[in-house]
Structures are given as structure tokens and as C-alpha cells.
């Protein structure tokens, strides 16, 4: 009897081991799939970026995209053996486009636990805080949160974004104003239309080498501390390991900071 016991379970044992392994076809070659396989096959990293973002992604009038994340894209395509396609998005679809259209998510996006309810982040590769940038003249009075939010300040948002949702969070006295255009925000600020935007620290330091007229508020001091990462589909080891190793490689020898140092020096 117990030897019949002993072989009927060593019987369940293989079945299980066979279900597992790699070489049996079945489980373990669906666990192993990835969407780095996918993309090699079709020759093609479908990029999904808004394009309202300097300095990670701008959308020109050629249609063509430039910027830091941008040029990270490319490398990270040339480091799989395939093209980089851009695809365009905007905020408030963001997640969804990126689940529908694409097989990455970059451009400056922020890791927030709201996005990681559906998706994945690489690992992160940049610190990135809030902070707040204004007419150079008001520099002075606008030096915390607290002397933001008071009545009569007006703060200026883009909807759709960790920007929106920071400033929901912490002014409650302030005057929001919602502006869709995260190309032209900037230009209502210098216009006298609103009095200060709060947004990523390497946006506040791009925005004021465009626009004389402002200048970025403590952004070595940020507000909240943020990270920047780049979405990636949940579940998939092999693609983030891929992405999350070319980053570090990237790093070590220094392209990564020379991309940076284009763009932001």
C-alpha cells in the first residue's frame, strides 16, 4: 500500500514538474512570452508620448518628436535591434493609450500609484520634484506652499496630469485655472493671466531659458519629491529587466548624461 502511495505521488510530482517546465510547451513556454519577443518580430518600439513636455518630448510642426526621452527612445530601440515609432497621446488618455497602442510610455512620466494600479515602471532614472515657476518680479512672494495658497493667487494647471492632481491636493485658497495647452501654459503666466504654475523642477529650469521673463522657484528644494520612469506593461520580467539593464549600461558609460546635459545645459 505505501508503495503504491509512493508511486502515485511521485506520478503527481512529474506531472507537475512537466507543466512547468520550459521544454514541455505549455505553461512554461506562456510564462516565458514577452513583449520584448513581440517587438523584435515586428522590427518596430511603439513609443507613446505627448509631445507637450520639454524638455523629455516635444511635438514639432514637421510632426516629428524631439527631446531628452526622445532621444533615450532611439537608443533603447538601437539597443534591441529596432526602430522607434512615436506615438502621440495626451495626459488624461495616457494609461490607456499606452495599454491599447503601444509597448512603452515615455516623456517625462512621473511614477504615481494611481498609474500603477494598471501598469508597470522601469526602474527609475531620474528624481524629479514639484516646484513652482512665476514672473521673476513675484519670485520673492511666492517662496512656499503656504504663501501660494492664499486668495488672489492665481495657479495655473494643465489637466490630466501629476500637475493637476498636486495642485487639487494643496490649494485650497488659490484660484485654479485649468489651460489644456502645456505648449503655450507658460506664455499665460508672462501674459498676466495667472501668476505661477507648479510642475517638474527640469520643466521650471527648461521654461525659464525659453522665457526670459520667468524664473524657477527653489528648484534644487522641491516641493514633493517625484520620480520619472518609463511605463511599462505589468508582469513582464524579460522587457523590464531589458529596459532596466540598458539604463544602467547607459549610465555607467555616460550617454545618459550627455543626452541630459544637451537638453538642460
Not at 533603447?76 to 495626459?91: D, N, R
Request: with cysteine; net charge neutral; glycine share 6%.
Amino acid at each position: 500500500m505505501k508503495k503504491s502511495l509512493f508511486v502515485a505521488r511521485a506520478a503527481l510530482v512529474a506531472i507537475g514538474m512537466l507543466a512547468l517546465s520550459p521544454a514541455s510547451g505549455l505553461a512554461g513556454t506562456e510564462a516565458l512570452a514577452s513583449r520584448l519577443d513581440q517587438l523584435i518580430q515586428s522590427g518596430n518600439l511603439r513609443v507613446c508620448m505627448t509631445g507637450d513636455y520639454r524638455p523629455f518630448t516635444f511635438y514639432k510642426t514637421d510632426q516629428s518628436f524631439e527631446g531628452i526621452d526622445v532621444d533615450l527612445a532611439r537608443s533603447l530601440a538601437k539597443t534591441i535591434g529596432v526602430q522607434a515609432l512615436f506615438v502621440k497621446t495626451s495626459w488624461p488618455t495616457l494609461t490607456n493609450d499606452f495599454l491599447e497602442k503601444c509597448d512603452i510610455a515615455m516623456g517625462g512620466v512621473s511614477v504615481t500609484f494611481d498609474r500603477l494600479k494598471k501598469v508597470s515602471f522601469s526602474t527609475s532614472h531620474m528624481v524629479d520634484g514639484k516646484s513652482a515657476i512665476a514672473r521673476c518680479a513675484d519670485v520673492a512672494k511666492f517662496q512656499s506652499l503656504a504663501a501660494i495658497d492664499v486668495p488672489g493667487t492665481r495657479a495655473i494647471v494643465n489637466p490630466g496630469g501629476t500637475n493637476e492632481r498636486f495642485a487639487k491636493a494643496h490649494f485650497k485658497q488659490a484660484q485654479l485655472i485649468a489651460y489644456p495647452d502645456n505648449v503655450t501654459i507658460f506664455d499665460q503666466i508672462i501674459k498676466g493671466k495667472a501668476d505661477i504654475m507648479v510642475t517638474d523642477g527640469s520643466e521650471t529650469l527648461w521654461q525659464s531659458k525659453l522665457h526670459p521673463e520667468l524664473c524657477p522657484i527653489n528648484p534644487g528644494k522641491p516641493l514633493q519629491f517625484a520620480e520619472k520612469a518609463f511605463m511599462l506593461p505589468r508582469g513582464d520580467v524579460p522587457f523590464k529587466e531589458f529596459v532596466d539593464t540598458w539604463m544602467h549600461q547607459l549610465k555607467a558609460t555616460g550617454e545618459y548624461d550627455q543626452i541630459v546635459d544637451h537638453w538642460l545645459k
